[in-house]
């Protein structure tokens, strides 16, 4: 089967530019379903729609990036936040505290790394650090 292709020279010359989920941080590309409501997309599933920014995902944002600006290159284990946050209980924060720093690489204020090299945090897995740019 072959695929048509548009103009451009990545064959996307029409298709609108990425966009960050506002919940989770992930990318969200453009697919053609989306092309009447591409303005309104601010989330990348229903589950992220439903799940929103709580009072305790803005707090691991904001001791992440404390964290990032005390460290700099060095680099922080989002987790770090988590134990901030609550000692006790920390692993259940351990997703949200994820989420929290691909939207902190979103918006310019850190990098995410795996083994000192940057990486795309919406497909890194295993063990990530943050470091400042």
Known sequence: M????????DGHADRPEDK?????GRRIEWRRSMAKNWDDVRYCSEACRRRKITSVDRRLEELLRALVERAGRAGVDPDEA?????PEAWKQLH???RRAARRLVAAG????VQGGRVVDPST???EVRLRGV
């Open 124 to 126: 890194a897995k295993g």
């Open 95 to 97: 997703e949200p505290a």
């Open 82 to 86: 988590a134990r901030c946050v609550d």
């Open 20 to 24: 960050t989920c506002a919940s989770c």
């Open 2 to 9: 072959t695929h048509r292709r548009g103009s451009g020279d």
């Open 109 to 112: 204020a850190a990098e995410m």
